[in-house]
């Protein structure tokens, strides 16, 4: 049987957090009996706010490695959003969201126990409550989104799939 290759995934994460130094940590990714698979995940803060994130992914393809590392980190930052009650938006490139990009004047300050405990819990909940995690997806957006009536109705959607 052929080895998947394992890949670096970059991603960035724009809101009003930072670390202090870098973190590094590895979560076990999807469950798989006698075979699981282990991601490796570095984090820096970045000095305007936010977060620098390499994520390892094991896939066939760029494409696939790409979105597997997209769906695993979303989960952690769901949850993660909805513990400190910040916007956090995974960005796929350095660029903001926004143009009118402007520097986040204060930061919430995540520790190391925070953010693993968002991959645990985000871990628990794909296997026992997945509905609500895509419920805190919804929350997410909420929080980071400018447009009001895109802001009502996530937050109106992560009500619903909870109700």
């Not at 049987?1 to 991603?11: A, N, S, Y």
């Not at 009650?85 to 903001?96: G, H, I, K, V, Y």
């Not at 919430?108 to 953010?115: D, M, S, W």
């Amino acid at each position: 049987m052929l080895e998947v290759p394992t890949w670096e995934v970059d991603l960035f994460v724009d809101g009003p957090v930072t670390l202090r130094g870098r973190f590094s940590t590895t979560q076990q990714k999807g469950f798989r009996p006698g075979n699981p698979f282990y991601s490796h995940i570095e984090m820096i803060g970045v000095p305007s706010g936010g977060l620098r994130t390499t994520v390892t992914a094991r896939a066939p393809d760029e494409q696939l490695a790409f979105e597997a590392a997209v769906v695993f980190f979303g989960r952690m930052l769901d949850v993660l959003a909805f513990r400190i009650d910040r916007p956090l938006f995974l960005s796929l490139t350095e660029q903001a969201p926004r143009n009118d990009r402007t520097r986040h004047n204060s930061r919430r300050i995540v520790g190391r126990q925070e953010i693993e405990g968002a991959f645990r819990e985000a871990d628990d909940l794909v296997m026992t409550q997945p509905p609500f995690l895509r419920s805190l997806g919804w929350y997410r957006k909420g929080l980071y989104t400018e447009d009001p009536l895109d802001k009502f109705l996530a937050f109106w959607n992560a009500i619903e799939i909870v109700a």
